[in-house]
């Protein structure tokens, strides 16, 4: 079970929530926020049990933010949101990384190509190391996906997804990527990529590429779930989804 604060900030339904999990952000969510809020959008951050002063510039910035108890990770930060989210009555909801590599000019781009899908991916395969794309290169083939940039956390999900993310099968995966997307494709769901642009970071390293320790565990966690799939996914490749534009 997700650790939430039992104090829930007010926020308005509406049609698309931003969800932005973060620990120890502080230098970078501020401008984050009020450039998502420009755009038309509400913000909800999920703090991650950050140590600094995070959700002090969060709620300064415009977002509601809630603070969980204790650091769960990345995706099941997501998640709270994500609930949240469906108890709040939204229709959709975006995830973006609080370290300011996603650009928050691509989310009308993100909302217009989810008329036509269940999830969106903000793709930028430029991004990757060499070792990093053929690490996507062997997950793709091995689930037998039909896109390219598996690890971004830049996405939108309809309320059709929305509803299998808040399950408590999401809530045994680790990461938002490989094993939520199987997930997704598992139920038949739509998904698809948008190219954008991403940033290097400004602070801080990856949660996932900060130590060759992780990089072990990640990549033996991910193999094992592509090995453990009971269907082979490549036989859901039937429904229709948009090249990479």
Request: glycine fraction near 6%; proline fraction near 3%; include cysteine.
């Amino acid at each position: 079970m997700t650790a939430i604060c039992t104090t829930i900030p007010p926020i308005k339904s509406g049609q698309c929530l931003v969800i932005i999990p973060a620990m120890n952000e502080a230098k970078t969510i501020g401008e984050l926020i009020l450039n998502v809020i420009d755009q038309g959008f509400q913000v909800l951050v999920i703090d991650d049990g950050s140590t600094d002063n995070t959700i002090a510039v969060a709620r300064d910035s415009g977002a509601v933010v809630i603070p969980l108890t204790f650091n769960v990770g990345a995706w099941n930060a997501t998640q709270a949101g994500v609930r949240y989210a469906l108890k709040h009555h939204f229709t959709s909801v975006i995830s973006m990384d609080a370290d300011g590599q996603h650009s928050p000019n691509t989310l009308p781009d993100l909302l217009d190509a989810s008329m036509a899908h269940d999830v969106v991916i903000a793709s930028c395969i430029q991004r990757g190391s060499v070792g990093r794309r053929l690490t996507w290169a062997f997950f793709k083939y091995a689930a037998g996906f039909n896109f390219n940039d598996l690890t971004s956390g830049f996405r939108i999900y309809n309320k059709n997804a929305m509803l299998i993310l808040a399950s408590r099968q999401a809530t045994l995966l680790e990461y938002q990527d490989v094993g939520i997307l199987m997930l997704l494709m598992k139920h038949n769901l739509s998904i698809t990529e948008i190219h954008t642009d991403m940033s290097c970071r400004i602070e801080g390293k990856s949660r996932i590429f900060n130590s060759w320790r992780q990089v072990f565990y990640y990549l033996t966690y991910t193999s094992l779930l592509c090995l453990s799939k009971t269907t082979p996914i490549k036989r859901l490749n039937k429904q229709k989804r948009a090249s990479i534009s």
